[in-house]
């Protein structure tokens, strides 16, 4: 009940393993690709009750031994104190040059291991061990590590591509539905951006993938994992098309700015109500169908995840304030506002010039339908 996806960048190629029961099969997996029989994991305090003992028995079971390193839960990991914490303690390991280090969580804890093996010793390999949907789905794939700077969120790091991904579907049934929720969003975004088809099937398929229908959940993610390899390798360094891939990032990122970077907006959360204002400005500039953000809307409401600007608790800045936020985002080059829009659902490009007074109207539209 497997699926592989097959990464096929020159000479740092990998396989991304989907499936039921991975966990227990890590060494085994993971064997062919190690030089000694040992493997360091880095892991948070949330995950590792749930399941460091699972892969730490699959990989024993195969005569690997582990040693395992426990860092808190939560963004403030992704710093430059836990960064050096994790490279300090991977020397004291003695992980060498052709050692394995594997980061076993969700998207900081990839994030900051797979940074932390790009620069030790000049660079060791790692394993992707996904715990949440939004890693498995984004994140472990593509290569993409760091950590945040006080300037903004992921400004230091380095592409450094995983050696193997082992995305077990098992593990999605211990998050809450939140959490998996807002993974969700970004599953979204994939056939929003390149593939009506599997838009249209998330559509039909949405209740089993959400009720935990084991090959509805296999089929989502492996189906969004082939579309980011199959970007990644045409784009690894995001010179160009990787950019699809920030389809309503420039939305959510001011919006996850303006809520602190809190539990009142999740990432995957900011990305679904960016793709749904992505969809608004993009009919408001005359690019795609007026009827396509309603549908885009009504998919993401009968998910139950959040949509729209309502949907966040507390107060918000107006539509200047959330254009100054906007002003930061990496994706601002020269001051003009670059946006991924679309032409339709599955049709997504980037746009160099986009109108601030078009922006500024979505926002306003948005936040006066809160009050
Ligand atoms: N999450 C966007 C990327 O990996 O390019």
Redesign the pocket.
Known sequence: MTDTVHVPLPGREYDVHVGPGLLHRAGELVAPLLARPRVAVVTDQSVAGFHLNALREGFEKSDISVTALTLPAGEATKSWPYFQRTVDWLLDERIERRDMVVALGGGVIGDLAGFAAAVLRRGVRFVQVPTSLLAQV??SV?G?TGINAAAGKNLIGAFHQPSMVLADTDVLKTLPKRDFLAGYGEVVKYGLLGDADFFQWLERNGSSILAGDQAARIATVTRSVQM?ADIVTRDET?QGE?AL??LGHTFCHALEAATGYSGRLLHGEGVAIGCAMAFELSARMGLCPQEEPSRVRAHLRQMGTKVDLADIDGDLPDADGLMALMAQDKKVIDGRLRFVLVRGIGDAFVAEDVPPDAVRAVLAEALTARQ
Do not use: A
């Open positions: 984004d994140s593509g993409k980011k995001e990787r891939l920030n």
